[in-house]
């Protein structure tokens, strides 16, 4: 037995032990390889980003409170990252996968996350966080089942069915970043893929008369997306770890980063069905499709695939208002999420962040109040960390828009810890944005078209809104959010269009706590990768 075997079982055993011994919840073991391959998405060779050689990668299956140990070995020639898209790293924005937390992983070395999906249940994924590598695949599915001591709002499905879709570029990564790079905006999109497949590429089986969950997330980067099933109804169960009102819906428009929970009853004549996904608020429509295939199946699919909605915001705003929070069902801890009275709860700050699309130095930028983010040479987190100047400030992004000229910021808001706060997303601009926060769930109090103004708060939804972690907001319009800011960390606040994230529309919100315990937040990991100007510091003694 080689040394690394023997530590590595050494390790494993005291994990078992105090697991065994303290009541502590499960541990679920990750080895990954990260590695360049070929990969075929529209039916051209192209260079993607594989785990352990498969593309999509290898899904995460947990349970509520699990502790994940992922360990991922860098096997590609440049830095890597994955972050944790919806994960909410309770205490430990030390594992969210982000420059603004985590050093990146060197080429030929390994970083170990070590994360608990605390007090979480739901759908997500995963996606590689550096450059532009999202558009080479890297991305994955994560599943939170509920413990089985909390009841379900609905019947166990006969099945579990995990839908990526997105839009897809036919260029290399690089060529893309190299487009970004030199100030230019990216073409229209090449395609859509289907769990790293073009049309036709993935079946799905199915037993007549029997009910289906599908998870279904928008891993794309620049386009949301509709969702349906030719001939069958969709019954909504659940938004990015919320059960909902269980509303019926023959299509779903899903944005950007968001992920979806529907069940579908199998309940149609004994023949194939076309799932299809098609690009949203586009003047070219793309579309992708799948197979829904009955296991007693007497005959193919027949006639077109179902057309979906492709421009219309009214019709996608009313399917977004219709989203509510089931205020019966149980949540991941053995209390009803309707207990949680968010609109009785006095908001402690108003922060208003409007979108632009500047021009910097003679190349294509974007910016949130005026402040486009160009990354440090250290991350903010252990800038904050080991105390060291001159890497960010607080407050060089505002509460409210300037008005004035956009300039280049590595911009990071304070926030106090138990506050609560009320964002406004504002958009003045033609496109449909779509927004996220890292660390935290939100309640998607209103959206409308026009101008954000006090009175519009008169319209808010104070009693049963959807609580999400990432957010439409449709063009010349708002979309405004109540947030409890009960996370320390450092987090980031980003667009979900992967282009204007990279070209700087994000910054990092400094959730604060003076306490400096171990209550609030969790120390420093000791395995933590130091790079910029925290090489040669110490994480903490063993």
């Known amino acids: ?309 492709t421009t219309q915001i009214d019709w996608s705003l009313e399917q977004a208002r219709s989203l509510r929070r089931n205020l019966t069902a149980s949540g991941p801890r053995p209390n009803p999420q309707g207990s949680y009275h968010y609109g009785l709860i006095n908001t402690t700050r108003t922060i208003r962040l409007t979108s632009s699309a500047p021009i910097i130095d003679g190349k294509q930028r974007y910016a949130v109040n005026s402040v486009s983010f160009i990354q440090p040479d250290t991350p903010l987190k252990l800038a904050d960390f080991f105390k060291i100047s001159g890497v960010f400030s607080i407050g060089s992004i505002q509460d409210n828009p300037t008005g004035g000229g956009a300039y280049l910021q590595t911009s990071v808001m304070n926030a106090d810890f138990r506050g609560f706060a009320e964002l406004v997303f504002e958009n003045p601009e033609d496109t449909v944005q779509s927004w996220h926060i890292d660390g935290h769930s939100f309640f998607v109090v209103g959206m409308d078209g026009g101008q954000w103004e006090p009175a519009s708060r008169l319209r808010y939804n104070l009693r049963d809104t959807i609580s999400r972690c990432t957010v439409q907001v449709y063009s010349n319009s708002w979309t405004a959010i109540y947030m409890p800011l009960d996370n320390v960390g450092m987090w980031n606040v980003r667009s979900e269009n992967w282009a204007r994230q990279y070209l700087g529309q994000q910054f990092y919100l400094r959730v604060y706590s003076p306490a400096n315990s171990w209550r609030d937040e969790y120390p420093i990991p000791r395995n933590a990768l130091l790079c910029g100007r925290a090489l040669g510091r110490r994480t903490r003694p063993l």
């Open 1 to 309: 037995m080689g040394l690394y075997t023997s530590v590595c079982c050494v390790i494993l055993v005291a994990l078992l032990t105090v697991t065994c011994t303290s009541g502590e919840d499960p541990y679920r073991f990750y080895n990954w390889n990260v590695t360049y391959g070929d990969i075929y998405p529209l039916g051209l060779k192209q260079r993607g980003i594989l785990i352990n050689g498969q593309f999509p990668g290898p899904q995460i299956e947990s349970v509520t409170n699990d502790n994940l140990i992922i360990n991922v070995f860098n096997s590609m020639d440049e830095p890597f990252l994955l972050s944790w898209n919806g994960v909410q790293q309770r205490r430990n924005s030390w594992q969210d996968g982000v420059f603004g937390t985590n050093c990146p992983i060197p080429p030929g070395q390994n970083f170990t996350y070590v994360l608990q999906v605390k007090d979480q249940i739901g759908s997500y994924f995963y996606f590689p966080s550096l450059g532009f590598h999202k558009a080479a695949g890297g991305f994955g599915a994560i599943k939170i089942a509920s413990r089985s001591v909390i009841p379900v709002p609905f019947p166990p499905p006969a099945g579990d069915f995990t839908i990526l879709a997105g839009d897809w570029f036919s260029k290399n990564h690089t060529d893309l970043k190299a487009i970004l790079d030199s100030g230019n905006n990216l073409p229209f999109p090449d395609g859509l893929l289907i769990n790293g497949r073009g049309s036709n590429g993935f079946t799905f089986t199915v037993d007549q008369g029997k009910t289906y969950r599908l998870r279904i997330s928008n891993v794309g980067l620049t386009t949301s997306i509709n969702f349906r099933i030719q001939g069958h109804k969709m019954l909504l169960v659940e938004v990015e770890g919320t059960h909902s009102l269980q509303n019926t819906y023959s299509s779903l428009d899903i944005h950007l980063g968001q992920s979806y929970s529907v069940l579908v009853t199998a309940d149609q004549p004994a023949q194939d069905y076309y799932i299809v996904v098609s690009t949203r608020f586009t003047s070219q429509v793309l579309s992708a499709t799948s197979i829904l295939h009955y296991s007693n199946s007497a005959g193919s699919v027949s006639g077109p695939p179902p057309g979906g909605p």
